[in-house]
Nanobody, 117 residues
Framework: QVQLAESGGGWVQPGGSLTLTCTASESISKVDAMGWYRQTPGKSRELVAIVTSRGGINMVDSVKGRFTIARDNAKNTVSLQMNSLKPDDTAVYYC???????????WGRGTQVTVSS
């Protein structure tokens, strides 16, 4: 089963930028959807952005115009470019791989993003 590893988290001041990268242990070319989610203490994990195997993209309204998701099937990676970061973007960010048939839903361990002055 595919394994996912996130990298690129850290601390940044408001208005700054970070790029998160999710690296898969095997090919993601046929994975239905690769995505980024985030979670803060006491809250449910929420979708940030996903990209399908056909290139379709869905993003939560709060990050539209600031975040960009990109899928590189040749490198088995999915990146999340985050610009104009706000304190509300502070969370643990998780990479996800979802496939309907055969079914699997795999999570990475997460990477912390902290936006503060």
């Amino acid at each position: 089963q595919v394994q996912l590893a996130e990298s690129g988290g850290g601390w940044v001041q408001p208005g700054g930028s970070l790029t998160l990268t999710c690296t898969a242990s095997e090919s993601i070319s046929k994975v239905d959807a690769m995505g980024w989610y985030r979670q803060t203490p006491g809250k449910s994990r929420e979708l940030v952005a996903i990209v399908t195997s056909r290139g379709g993209i869905n993003m939560v309204d709060s990050v539209k115009g600031r975040f960009t998701i990109a899928r590189d099937n040749a490198k088995n990676t999915v990146s999340l470019q985050m610009n104009s970061l706000k304190p509300d973007d502070t969370a643990v960010y998780y990479c996800n791989a979802h496939q309907a048939r055969p079914y699997f839903n795999v999570w990475g361990r997460g990477t912390q993003v902290t936006v503060s002055s």
